[in-house]
């Protein structure tokens, strides 16, 4: 009962701050003398602070921006030949079940001294996840989930850190003020450190199609590529440090993020120099036939205490005590003793992945963007999904079309696949951190999402969603699954 009161009084304040923040917009605008801002408008309390001169876009000394969202997602029972077979514990349920995630964040930034800023971000989490965030590959049906998510609402620090920049000519670029960003106007060759507690993603592998997925897709495939097991704690942070290097329409970035100390858990190992998590990232910004878009190649190297799936399967082959039921070490729950599993192959070692990054203006209003990666498929799956390669792809269209132009349709696809050393691995019972239904079926998993976003107001949207996944789990022998999906998000 507390868990329910608790879960609802988070919602119901959220509620509720999002429509003071409206009223006072309206009374704000009342105060200088201008007209209430129409529907269709973005209204901008930092605008109306410049206007009296307390706030400059232009060259701010601090922001403040905050948001709330809540998604709730509903599942169709579906049919499977078996689930959880042989006391494996990783499948999903074939019963109707509701997914939901609220959050509601602030970000907050400002500048400490020349070119130098840092920003502070709490956020306040409610969640419920499908069969306790078991049974999918890299189609998790909403992207906020996290893996040590409640019902009842967590409050915690989603980031902390500090940038300093240098200017080294060329252009001058004004930078739109934003959460996590001061506007300024900087150079277009510069150099960006960062240092501090973030998430990889904030900086690299981002699309202008399929990134900002409080207004965008609602499924994590689109999020990133599935098949990148980027550095982080349960919640998708880490600690760590990254470069930018912009140079006309070119940017490199590099960063080193601390990974867990155990596959998928919170806390972190903070030892850089012996495990972390390395990555590169190239960017080119064109323009084709007239339209912008860009391309970036990433690639990540992890160096882990992490099993490789050939090891755990060679375990058990050589001595049927280092089964799943009888490990000794970090495990998933398992009690199949016929079953491999991966605590019994923990060593310190190495995982690869590159994959390419492409968005593309069409029009001024519609957009295309496709994602894969590659990665080695080797060793098991430490702080993202379970998938060792991924191809997303898809379209985004403004509503200008239909006269409403702060609407957006989306259309998307994506593809995982695992190695054959995985797919093993899970055929004789084994799990790893989110899948493995005691035995398999090999095929690709796949997820087709269409979803519409309404502007209810000039900082709220109504979505609804439709998310179809097929071998849930890389397993044929299960699924399909339907899912249907409503979300609202507000700014302020």
């Given at each position: ?303 882990l205490l992490t099993g490789r799936f050939t090891d755990a399967v ?162 044929a022998d299960r699924g399909p699954v339907h899912l249907f999906g409503l979300r609202a998000h507000a700014?302020?």
């Amino acid at each position: 009962m507390h868990r329910f009161f608790a879960h609802n009084l988070v919602h119901l304040s959220c509620l509720l701050v999002t429509l003071w923040l409206q009223c006072a917009a309206a009374t704000a605008w009342a105060e200088v003398g201008a007209a209430a801002p129409r529907p269709d408008e973005q209204f901008d309390v930092m605008n109306l602070l410049d206007e009296r001169g307390l706030h400059d876009m232009d060259n701010e000394r601090w922001n403040a921006y905050g948001q709330f969202t809540y998604a709730s997602v509903w599942k169709a029972p579906f049919a499977a030949k078996y689930t959880n077979l042989n006391g494996s514990v990783n499948s999903l349920s074939t019963e109707s079940e509701r997914s939901f995630a609220g959050t509601l964040t602030a970000f907050m930034g400002v500048r400490l001294w020349k070119n130098a800023e840092a920003y502070f971000v709490p956020e306040v989490i409610s969640e419920r996840a499908l069969s306790n965030l078991r049974g999918l590959g890299g189609a998790v049906q909403i992207w906020e989930l996290q893996k040590t998510g409640t019902e009842t609402p967590q409050i915690y620090r989603s980031r902390a850190y500090i940038t300093q920049m240098f200017n080294l000519g060329g252009e001058r670029e004004q930078l739109i003020s934003d959460p996590m960003r001061l506007g300024r106007v900087v150079d277009h060759r510069r150099i960006v450190l960062v240092v501090g507690n973030f998430s990889v993603l904030d900086f690299m592998d981002k699309n202008t199609f399929a990134g900002d997925l409080r207004r965008q897709f609602f499924n994590m495939a689109f999020m990133t590529h599935t098949a990148y097991d980027f550095a982080s704690d349960a919640r998708g942070y880490s600690w760590g440090a990254l470069a930018e290097f912009y140079w006309d329409d070119w940017t490199v970035r590099m960063a080193r993020m601390a990974p867990p100390d155990h596959p998928n858990q919170l806390e972190l190992d903070l030892r850089l120099g012996t495990y972390y998590g390395d990555q590169v990232e190239v960017e080119h910004r064109h323009t084709l036939l007239g339209r912008e878009g860009a391309v970036k190649l990433l690639a990540y190297h992890n160096r882990l205490l992490t099993g490789r799936f050939t090891d755990a399967v060679a375990a058990i082959q050589a001595d049927p005590n280092k089964n799943a039921a009888k490990c000794e070490g970090f495990n998933y729950g398992s009690t199949n003793a016929g079953a491999p599993d991966l605590c019994w192959a923990r060593k310190p070692d190495d995982k690869y992945g590159i994959g390419v990054n492409l968005e593309q203006h069409l029009t001024d209003d519609i957009g295309v963007f496709l994602r894969g990666m590659v990665s080695d498929g080797q060793t098991e799956v430490y702080a993202y999904t379970s998938t060792d390669r991924s191809l997303s792809f898809g379209v985004l269209a403004g509503g200008t079309l239909w006269h409403r132009k702060n609407d957006t349709l989306g259309v998307g696809g994506n593809f995982g696949w695992i190695s054959a050393a995985h797919a093993e691995y899970l055929r004789l019972g084994g799990v790893d951190g989110f899948i493995g239904d005691g035995g398999l079926r090999q095929a690709s998993e796949a997820v087709g999402e269409v979803f519409y976003s309404f502007a209810a107001l000039s900082d709220l949207w109504l979505s609804a969603d439709y998310q179809l996944i097929v071998n849930p789990a890389f397993n044929a022998d299960r699924g399909p699954v339907h899912l249907f999906g409503l979300r609202a998000h507000a700014e302020f």
